[in-house]
């Protein structure tokens, strides 16, 4: 490794450290506001990712039994965060999606970042923003290929 990409790497580092204590506050401000379980809030976030998702998947996802994920599903769904919707393809099954509510409660508490909110993004030149996306876009890249084991 190059001596630049070196210093680079451990200006990240420290980067990111410190961004990340600054955003625990409003981080866990969020969190301690909503009346979910720490359950409930994993399964939501999972359907929100994988929108379209089945009870089944969830429960292997989290080795948990089809009874208990249903459970949890039934509490979402009765708090207007998750519906089931029938399968385009199978009538049988039934699909998990987020409803507005849902996908509003995962963004305040877990996708939302403080340090790229518009109060930040806001200071920053076009050129600094475009070079964010670029950065972000990586980054989700990378860790997508290192979540489903692909490589390059």
Same mark, same amino acid.
Do not use: W, Y
């Given at each position: 490794m190059?001596?630049?990409?070196?210093?680079?790497?451990?200006?990240?580092?420290?980067?990111?450290?410190?961004?990340?204590?600054?955003?625990?506050?409003?981080?866990?401000?969020?969190?301690?506001?909503?009346?979910?379980t720490?359950?409930?809030?994993?399964?939501?976030?999972s359907?929100?990712?994988?929108?379209?998702?089945?009870?089944?998947?969830?429960?292997?996802?989290?080795?948990?039994?089809?009874?208990?994920?249903?459970?949890?599903?039934?509490r979402?769904?009765?708090q207007?965060?998750?519906?089931?919707?029938?399968?385009?393809?199978?009538?049988?099954?039934?699909?998990?999606?987020?409803?507005?509510?849902?996908?509003?409660?995962?963004?305040?508490?877990?996708a939302?970042?403080?340090?790229?909110?518009s109060?930040?993004?806001?200071?920053?030149?076009?050129?600094?923003? @475009?070079?964010?996306?670029?950065?972000?876009?990586?980054?989700?890249?990378?860790?997508?290929?290192?979540?489903?084991?692909?490589? @390059?």
């Amino acid at each position: 490794m190059r001596d630049d990409e070196r210093q680079a790497r451990e200006n990240i580092e420290a980067l990111t450290i410190a961004i990340s204590v600054r955003s625990v506050p409003l981080i866990l401000g969020s969190l301690l506001e909503t009346q979910l379980t720490i359950q409930q809030l994993k399964v939501l976030t999972s359907i929100v990712v994988d929108d379209g998702a089945s009870i089944s998947a969830l429960a292997a996802s989290f080795n948990t039994s089809l009874a208990a994920t249903s459970k949890l599903v039934d509490r979402l769904e009765a708090q207007g965060l998750v519906c089931r919707v029938t399968d385009s393809e199978d009538n049988r099954v039934k699909r998990l999606e987020p409803t507005p509510l849902g996908r509003g409660v995962v963004g305040t508490i877990v996708a939302a970042r403080p340090e790229l909110g518009s109060d930040v993004l806001d200071g920053l030149s076009s050129d600094e923003l @475009h070079a964010l996306v670029v950065a972000l876009r990586a980054i989700n890249r990378e860790m997508k290929t290192s979540q489903t084991g692909d490589s @390059h």
